[in-house]
Every structure is written in C-alpha cells, then in structure tokens.
C-alpha cells in the first residue's frame, strides 16, 4: 500500500526525532572525549592533578584558568594548588592553551555531561572546580559499589533513569547457587549520585560500552516496574 502524505510526514517527523537524538548523543560523548584526553594530558605532566580552577563569564562565555588542585586531604581542609599558571618551568605551562580551550568547548553545549563535573569553589570567590573524570570508570564504579556490597561482580544499570542509574546488584555466592540481582541496592544519596554520573558516561562513550556492558539475565525483574529494554544491560565489575 503506498504511504498516504500523512503518513510520510509521520516518518519523516520520526526520522528527524531519532537522528536529532543521535546527533545530541554524539554530541555529548565528543564533549566528554575531549575531558578525557584532557585529564590525560594534565596527569601526564601532574599525576597529583585532581581539579582545575576556572571562571567562566563574559558575553563569550569565555574560560578563565587558574590553575590545578589537588585532592581535598580531610573535609575542613582546603585542596592544594599544584599549578598557579605563573610558575617558570612548570610542565602544565605547555598546555595551558589547551586547558582553556578544551574546557570552552566542552562546556558549550547546556546538555553537555561535563557540566556534572563542575561544582563552586568554595575556597575562591567566582571560580568553580571542573574535578577531572576518573582514568578508569568501571574500576571507579566497582570501588563505589563494594564499598556497600563488598560482593559484588556486577551491576545491572538502567540508562533512562537518571542517565545510568545502578537498579540491581549481584553478588558472589559462596554456597555455590547461582548469583541473583540484589534489587535496590544499598547505597548512600552520594554514592548514588556519584555512579548515575559515571554509569551515564559509560552509555554515551561507545568504546566503553561495548567492553563493560553486556546483556541482562533473562529472569531480571526490574525493581521499579519498567520494561526491560536494551536500555537496560549487565555492568561487569573489574576484579579488585
């Protein structure tokens, strides 16, 4: 039967959706790409590196650099600056236009995931904190996990909700049974929050999604009532 002009219309509409969709994913993993190769390039010359501090003002929106911070030794305690930006003979001083410019660009798009790694600095009035992204992000989500679920192997992840939320847990068996998902987890509003990040960029960065996701086990339920789809997959932990 040959399509009526409504429904051409109607396809058409629907094509447009799906590649505007995945136009906007692309998009966001180029950002988180460039973070990457970023934090590569930083730790490179300043394996100590953890936060980058920047303003980012103007009509251009234009990024403002001030320098590089370490980790935060106790929660009273201020992070300390390992690059100011003036010091002769730093090795960071050979990519400080790169930082600039890497930082504007994937910051430009409102939807961009790397706007999860930004926060206010407290300890400088105007400047907020880009924490660089983990070198490892499965390793990362296995160290969150077992820090509540000392178990487990792997963790079944749900990229509508929230991006990735983390919906079941499994868990090493020592009686020889076969590991069931562990619906809802125990984890801290922190803790949750940290790995719906991580889990997201998991999803968009196609290399990693193709090495740590794999397909649910058949008699998964999902804990909150929702279908299974291929949204929904199988996040193998690293060994410790």
């Known amino acids: 039967m040959t399509p009526t002009p409504h429904d ?51 009509e251009h929106r234009t990024v403002t650099v001030y320098g590089v911070l370490g980790e935060q030794p106790s929660p009273l305690a ?49 400047s907020s904190l880009l924490e660089l992204p983990p070198a490892d992000r499965a390793a990362r989500v296995a160290e969150l996990i077992r820090g509540h679920h000392p178990a487990a192997t792997a963790v079944i992840v749900d990229s509508r909700a929230g991006g990735g939320r983390v919906v079941g847990v499994i868990e090493e068996r020592t009686d020889g049974k076969v590991p069931a998902p562990v619906a809802r ?11 719906t990040r991580l889990v997201a960029q998991v999803f968009l960065l196609p290399p990693l999604a193709d090495r740590h996701l794999r397909a649910i086990p058949r008699d998964f339920t999902h804990p909150y009532g929702s279908s299974v789809s291929d949204q929904v997959r199988l996040l193998l932990l690293p060994t410790a």
């Open 8 to 58: 051409a219309v109607a396809i058409l509409a629907q094509q447009r959706e799906d590649l505007t969709l995945a136009l906007r994913r692309a998009e966001q993993a180029h950002c988180l790409g460039i973070i990457d190769h970023l934090a590569a390039k930083i730790r490179a010359r300043c394996p100590e590196a953890v936060y980058v501090a920047f303003d980012r003002s103007g």
């Open 185 to 195: 987890p125990r984890l801290s509003r922190a803790c949750d929050d940290a790995l």
């Open 78 to 126: 201020a992070c300390p600056w390992l690059w100011d930006g003036t010091e002769t003979g730093h090795p960071l001083n050979e990519i400080d236009s790169d930082i600039i410019l890497d930082i504007e660009y994937a910051l430009l798009p409102p939807t961009s995931p790397v706007w999860a790694f930004v926060r206010r600095n407290t300890g400088m009035d105007g």
